[in-house]
């Protein structure tokens, strides 16, 4: 029997706390042979660069060959399975449902861009991809890390949930002996590889 293909997944960084659980997710969809599409908000590069030490400028290529050296462990394949799209590519293939099927996660999600996407704004490619997954009813998953919650923020959630988006928090389990940060963040990636599985 023929293997069916791994669907590919885009995946936005934003400018939440929690950049760490991006990067792994992003390396963890690469070891599955997953096409990665990558988005990147302004302030996800700032929080990548304070939390991981590691700056991304540029667009395409410059980024993709950055986080690949960041992470010297994942397959040579990857190079060609990550792919990085400017805020501004409207030519992307997830800025239209007629462009094939894919699944989306929004890792971390910051408030603001999870806002803009229960509102339905659309101003930039992820806003967009995250406005197409939910109509064509594709798996969308927001990784929001923000505390206390406001009601605005409890609303949005409780709006895109309502709309067929999960909203999975960063919050980390201690119940399996954790030792490790690296375990931590482990534990929150195997949830959303879990929904992935799951729905793609």
């Not at 791994?6 to 995946?11: A, D, R, Y």
């Not at 760490?20 to 599409?37: A, C, F, K, P, S």
């Not at 462009?99 to 803009?116: E, F, H, Q, W």
Request: hydrophobic residues 50%; glycine residues 8%.
């Amino acid at each position: 029997m023929k293997a069916i293909p791994l669907l590919p997944v885009t995946l936005a960084i934003t400018g939440a706390s929690g950049a760490r659980y991006g990067l792994r997710l992003l390396e963890r969809l690469l070891e599955q042979g997953r096409q990665v599409d990558l988005l990147l908000s302004d302030a996800g590069r700032i929080v990548i660069a304070r939390e991981c030490g590691l700056t991304l400028t540029g667009d395409g290529p410059d980024v993709a060959r950055a986080i690949l050296a960041h992470s010297p462990a994942l397959p040579k394949a990857a190079q060609d399975a990550l792919i990085h799209h400017a805020q501004r590519d409207w030519d992307a293939p997830m800025a239209s449902g007629s462009r094939g099927a894919r699944a989306m996660v929004i890792c971390p999600c910051s408030m603001g861009t999870l806002a803009a996407v229960a509102g339905g704004l659309s101003d930039n490619l992820i806003e967009r991809a995250a406005d197409v997954a939910l109509k064509e009813r594709w798996p969308l998953i927001l990784v929001p890390r923000e505390t206390p919650l406001s009601i605005i923020h409890l609303e949005n959630m409780l709006r895109l949930a309502r709309s067929g988006a999960v909203i999975l928090p960063a919050a980390p389990g201690f119940y399996q002996g954790a030792s490790t940060m690296e375990h931590l963040i482990d534990f929150l990636v195997d949830r959303i590889l879990d929904r992935l599985a799951g729905g793609f």
